[in-house]
T-cell receptor, first 111, second 115 residues
Framework: TQLLEQSPQFLSIQEGENLTVYCNSS?????LQWYRQEPGEGPVLLVT?????EVKKLKRLTFQFGDARKDSSLHITAAQPGDTGLYLC???????????FGEGTQLTVNP | NAGVTQTPKFQVLKTGQSMTLQCAQD?????MSWYRQDPGMGLRLIHY???????DQGEVPNGYNVSRSTTEDFPLRLLSAAPSQTSVYFC??????????????FGSGTQLSVL
């Protein structure tokens, strides 16, 4: 079983601060996805990274896929209360039929 | 746009009871899956299907059955509920392979409590 470890598990910051969430594995993944989940709802996809070393930006969010395709990071600049939520990374196996999820990072941005 | 619809939203069972969690999608997605979400453990794959008539086990399949008779529906059956099955269950579907352009569309979940 391929495992993904996310850190930190909990993060509480003030509005305007920057933060980084990490997603690490000893296994290689074909692609890495990041989801955001709000209470009472299912996760919603933010981004997919496919190529080792790839960097994608989504407004204030920057996603990076490690060169070896074993790890990824999510960096948020100038966090806002609307960024509050559970952030999940998920790695796709080469078979294309499974996603392995990390444990999640609960982010709280205080006004 | 309905997307992925799960019913019921909440359910309380007694140990030993059986029930079916319903999942339907209207996006003509071939891939469908069931996950359970427990605190501190992320989402764990129970069963998945790559098309009608095809199902396979995920990480935690014990105590659950699935079938896929149509493209639209993918019900999850609990044969004899146990307190360890208390969790939030999510159904998800995808148009394409998950290692390429595929992304999961999730339902809003079913909160199940087994007493």
């Amino acid at each position: 079983t391929q495992l993904l470890e996310q850190s930190p598990q909990f993060l509480s910051i003030q509005e305007g601060e920057n933060l980084t969430v990490y997603c690490n594995s000893s296994s290689v993944f074909s692609s890495l996805q990041w989801y955001r989940q709000e209470p009472g709802e299912g996760p919603v996809l933010l981004v997919t990274v496919v190529t080792g070393g790839e960097v994608k930006k989504l407004k204030r969010l920057t996603f990076q896929f490690g060169d070896a395709r074993k790890d990824s990071s999510l960096h948020i600049t100038a966090a806002q209360p609307g960024d509050t939520g559970l952030y999940l990374c998920a790695g796709a196996q080469t078979s294309g039929s499974r996603l392995t999820f990390g444990e999640g990072t609960q982010l709280t941005v205080n006004p | 746009n309905a997307g992925v619809t799960q019913t019921p939203k909440f359910q309380v069972l007694k140990t030993g009871q059986s029930m079916t969690l319903q999942c339907a999608q209207d996006m003509n997605h071939e891939y469908m899956s069931w996950y359970r979400q427990d605190p501190g453990m992320g989402l764990r794959l129970i069963h998945y299907s790559v098309g009608a008539g095809i199902t396979d086990q995920g990480e935690v399949p014990n105590g659950y059955n699935v079938s896929r008779s149509t493209t639209e529906d993918f019900p999850l059956r609990l044969l004899s509920a146990a307190p360890s099955q208390t969790s939030v269950y999510f159904c998800a579907s995808s148009r394409a392979r998950l290692d390429r352009a595929g992304k999961l569309f999730f339902g809003s979940g079913t909160q199940l409590s087994v007493l």
